[in-house]
């Protein structure tokens, strides 16, 4: 999936890292690309694509573009685009997406709903 | 009309010769103007709001990083066009906006491109570049009233409006968040990778402890502190090979 660098780095104005040594709580609200290799808790809204590590542990509902999910995520997860789960991927929640793609290993507890491409109102 | 401010150190000896092709450079390009020399009888707010009040259309910063930052907050509020010709050798922000040291940079003056920045605010001090906050435990970072973000490990904190990061017209500012290098045995380190959160106002917490907010070096400000964008406050003359669109 072509959406990051393969370096992991987003490196454009506007992109947003999650760390892992940080943890975020609260509604957040990107304006680019985010990468969550930390913690986040809350709600996570953005109108382009989100990647979520190996590790990373996100307790929140997910809005996006596309999707990258290799870490845990507990909450609902509504893509426009592709949403893939990589083989370390652990989801609890219901997913409304156009696209989903589910690789071997990949744990997915949930309602899945296929749509035509939902907009994001981020 | 041009205004010339010249920073002490570009003032010596050492910079002697350099000031003076500076100078015969702007003449042959027909832009010389008024050249104030930076004294400790002579100070830069004062200089800045005078040349203001002549009608000085642009006020051109000679020197180094430090007569940046410090011409910030009084040129933030001026009606004029910034221009820089670096001189010394810390000038990554003249560096930045793509002007080359010296009579390079009089070229570049003479093109005029110009660009509007926004600028950062820490209470009522204005930056161009960052600000650097070291190493402490318990930082809390709150981003835009929306959310909080907690270092998990002694971090340094950078807030960026001009870096390799930030784009310092995009309408935000960043806060990159390192986490401290741990050393190991035998000199091995290890590195967790940064955080960054764009931003348009953010309070910096530290627990019981106040950190230093550094600015060039110097402590302009102690947390707890609020840190928002100007947007498009500046206007700047910048050379086309500017690191940013």
């Given at each position: 999936?072509?959406?990051?660098?393969?370096?992991?780095?987003?490196?454009?104005?506007?992109?947003?890292?999650?760390?892992?040594?940080?943890?975020?709580?609260?509604?957040?609200?990107?304006?680019?690309?985010?990468?969550?290799?930390?913690?986040?808790?809350?709600?996570?809204?953005?109108?382009?694509?989100?990647?979520?590590?190996?590790?990373?542990?996100?307790?929140?509902?997910?809005?996006?573009?596309?999707?990258?999910?290799?870490?845990?995520?507990?909450?609902?997860?509504?893509?426009?685009?592709?949403?893939?789960?990589?083989?370390?991927?652990?989801?609890?929640?219901?997913?409304?997406?156009?696209?989903?793609?589910?690789?071997?290993?990949?744990?997915?507890?949930?309602?899945?709903?296929?749509?035509?491409?939902t907009k994001v109102e981020a | 009309m041009y205004t010339y401010i010249v920073e002490a150190l570009a003032n010596t000896k050492k910079y002697e010769s350099e000031l003076a092709r500076v100078e015969s450079r702007l003449i042959e390009l027909e832009i010389s103007g008024r050249i104030e020399k930076l004294t400790i009888l002579k100070s830069l707010k004062e200089i800045i709001n005078d040349a203001v009040r002549n009608h000085s259309e642009t006020v051109v910063l000679i020197g180094s990083d430090k007569l940046v930052n410090d011409a910030m907050s009084t040129l933030a509020e001026a009606d004029v066009t910034i221009g820089i010709i670096p001189i010394g050798e810390s000038n990554a922000i003249a560096g930045a906006l793509g002007i080359p040291n010296g009579t390079g940079a009089c070229d570049v003056l003479s093109a005029r491109i110009t660009a509007t920045l926004d600028l950062g605010k820490v209470n009522n001090r204005y930056f161009l570049s960052k600000l650097y906050v070291p190493a402490g435990s318990n930082v809390t970072l709150e981003c835009d009233s929306k959310f909080q973000v907690s270092a998990l490990t002694p971090s340094t904190i950078d807030i960026a409006n001009f870096s390799e990061e930030s784009n310092p017209r995009d309408g935000h500012l960043d806060v990159v968040v390192r986490p401290e290098v741990r050393k190991h045995f035998f000199g091995r380190s290890s590195y967790s990778r940064a955080s960054i959160f764009p931003f348009r106002k953010l309070t910096i917490r530290s627990g019981s402890d106040s950190l230093p907010i550094m600015s060039d070096g110097e402590t302009i400000i102690k947390t707890p502190a609020t840190v928002e964008v100007a947007p498009k406050k500046l206007k700047v003359i910048v050379g086309k090979h500017r690191k940013f669109v």
């Open positions: 999936m072509a959406m990051f660098k393969s370096d992991g780095s987003t490196g454009k104005s506007g992109d947003t890292v999650i760390g892992a040594a940080v943890k975020v709580e609260g509604n957040f609200v990107g304006e680019g690309n985010v990468t969550v290799e930390g913690q986040l808790q809350g709600t996570l809204k953005t109108k382009h694509n989100v990647m979520v590590s190996s590790g990373a542990i996100v307790k929140a509902n997910v809005e996006a573009q596309d999707v990258h999910l290799a870490g845990e995520l507990q909450g609902n997860v509504k893509v426009s685009g592709k949403l893939v789960l990589a083989t370390t991927a652990k989801l609890n929640g219901n997913v409304e997406t156009a696209s989903l793609t589910v690789e071997e290993g990949a744990t997915l507890n949930g309602k899945c709903t296929m749509t035509a491409g | -």
